[in-house]
T-cell receptor, first 108, second 112 residues
Framework: KNEVEQSPQNLTAQEGEFITINCSYS?????LHWLQQHPGGGIVSLFM???GKKKHGRLIATINIQEKHSSLHITASHPRDSAVYIC??????????FGTGTSLTVIP | EAQVTQNPRYLITVTGKKLTVTCSQN?????MSWYRQDPGLGLRQIYY???????DKGDVPEGYKVSRKEKRNFPLILESPSPNQTSLYFC???????????FGPGTRLLVL
């Protein structure tokens, strides 16, 4: 089963580029999360959103509940943004499901 | 400092030797969860707990047990570990299921 698809799987960008990572899901959800996993392995939550758009610094997350799609944008990318970005959601059955992640490398 | 702690961080063991990975949070969160992360498969939920004394299976519960006797602690128990349980394990907590999750630092387990 594959309730959530992320694209692209890998992404290399030049410093300063605008980056978009996409997440599509196939089931009804109440909220979607974007997570960041650094090369050392630690995971931090970037956004939790159930509608519209949220912005934090250079990061913007959007969600379209009707189209079952969310995007994570990074403006003016920087090498320190290099990480794996993972979307996740809580299904109505109380379980969490995760995308397989997008590995981002930002080159100086 | 608000945090989720896990112990041990690294563990090498042998098949069949019971082990426990502890997880503790100091944020008074109701929801706690265990995940495993494997290359190519991403993060998968093992067990979760909506609140004290209430636990339920996630996507991959086989071979694992949990208990939630107190709000702050949610240990993961492997009664008879097998090599296919070699993985990176994360504990996480949140105020409620729908809210932002806070992750522990991870436990890297190798079962020989």
């Amino acid at each position: 089963k594959n309730e959530v698809e992320q694209s692209p799987q890998n992404l290399t960008a030049q410093e300063g580029e605008f980056i978009t990572i996409n997440c599509s899901y196939s089931v009804g959800i109440s909220a979607l999360h974007w997570l960041q996993q650094h090369p050392g392995g630690g995971i931090v939550s970037l956004f939790m959103l159930s509608s519209g758009k949220k912005k934090h610094g250079r990061l913007i997350a959007t969600i379209n509940i009707q189209e079952k799609h969310s995007s994570l944008h990074i403006t003016a990318s920087h090498p320190r943004d290099s990480a794996v970005y993972i979307c996740a959601f809580a299904h109505t059955g109380n379980q969490f499901y995760f995308g397989t992640g997008t590995s981002l490398t930002v080159i100086p | 400092e608000a945090q989720v702690t896990q112990n041990p961080r690294y563990l090498i063991t042998v098949t069949g030797k019971k082990l426990t990975v502890t997880c503790s949070q100091n944020m008074n969160h109701e929801y706690m969860s265990w995940y495993r992360q494997d290359p190519g498969l991403g993060l998968r939920q093992i067990y979760y707990s909506m609140n004290v004394e209430v636990t339920d299976k996630g996507d991959v519960p086989e071979g694992y047990k949990v208990s939630r006797k107190e709000k702050r602690n949610f240990p993961l128990i492997l009664e008879s570990p097998s090599p296919n349980q070699t993985s990176l394990y994360f504990c996480a907590s949140s105020i409620r299921r729908e809210e932002t999750q806070y992750f522990g630092p991870g436990t890297r387990l190798l079962v020989l």
